[in-house]
């Protein structure tokens, strides 16, 4: 069936330092990626997106980039600050017959101070 | 301000209750659903609705139950029928209910079993 796959599950960077983390989709008919980040007892927060039609985002230290033909995407955090530690989930979805987006496990990103 | 408000924050059950989860939002959106997260876990479609009256099993329905009779309301009753209902539940919404279009949660409801 469907999936993605996300990975590294937990990821631990020291402050300043680059994140970076994958996710890999399974259905060649995706066509949306969104990423979200979820601190402890909160729902998701979207923090960027990116449509098929496009190979990179980017929205200050945060980025996208996406590799159809590998059907995988990643999100890059540049100059990591403690806010940012929280769990981030990518996403896919597919631009008919289903209203339903595959998530990623989540990957618990902590940033070292 | 626009958003998606889930009440009651936390909820607890006794054995063999039914409890109902209230979901509302202000965005216009179309399309609703219910997601389960379980501690550490990804996110699981319970149930969603793309317009008022219509409403469609997610990859969990087992043991809940929803209504859309309005569009800014989506409520979730988790049954008695549901023999492991402790988790987090998220209450989400999005325009048009097309894939490909954003989707916003709400700020989430605890239930826990006592």
């Known amino acids: 069936g469907e999936n993605v796959e996300q990975h590294p599950s937990t990821l631990s960077v020291q402050e300043g330092d680059s994140a970076v983390i994958k996710c890999t989709y399974s259905?060649?008919?995706?066509?949306?990626f969104p990423w979200y980040k979820q601190e402890l007892g909160k729902g998701p927060q979207l923090i960027i997106d990116?449509?098929?039609?496009?190979g990179e985002k980017k929205d200050q230290r945060i980025a996208v980039t996406l590799n159809k033909t590998a059907k995988h995407f990643s999100l890059h955090i540049t100059e990591t600050q403690p806010e940012d530690s929280a769990v981030y989930f990518c996403a896919a979805s597919r631009p008919s017959g289903t209203y339903k987006y595959i998530f990623g496990t989540g990957t618990r990103l902590k940033v070292l101070a | 301000d626009g958003g998606i408000t889930q009440s009651p924050k936390y909820l607890f059950r006794k054995e063999g209750q039914n409890v109902t989860l209230s979901c509302e939002q202000n965005l216009n959106h179309d399309a609703m659903y219910w997601y389960r997260q379980d501690p550490g876990q990804g996110l699981r479609l319970i149930y969603y609705s793309q317009i008022v009256n219509d409403f469609q099993k997610g990859d969990i329905a087992e043991g809940y139950s929803v209504s859309r009779e309005k569009k800014e309301s989506f409520p979730l009753t988790v049954t008695s029928a549901q023999k492991n209902p402790t988790a987090f539940y998220l209450c989400?919404?999005?325009?048009?209910?097309?894939?490909?279009?954003?989707?916003?949660f709400g700020e989430g409801s605890w239930l826990t079993v006592v």
């Open positions: 989400a919404s999005s325009k048009q209910g097309l894939s490909g279009n954003t989707i916003y």
């Open positions: 990116i449509r098929s039609n496009v």
């Open positions: 259905d060649s008919a995706s066509n949306y």
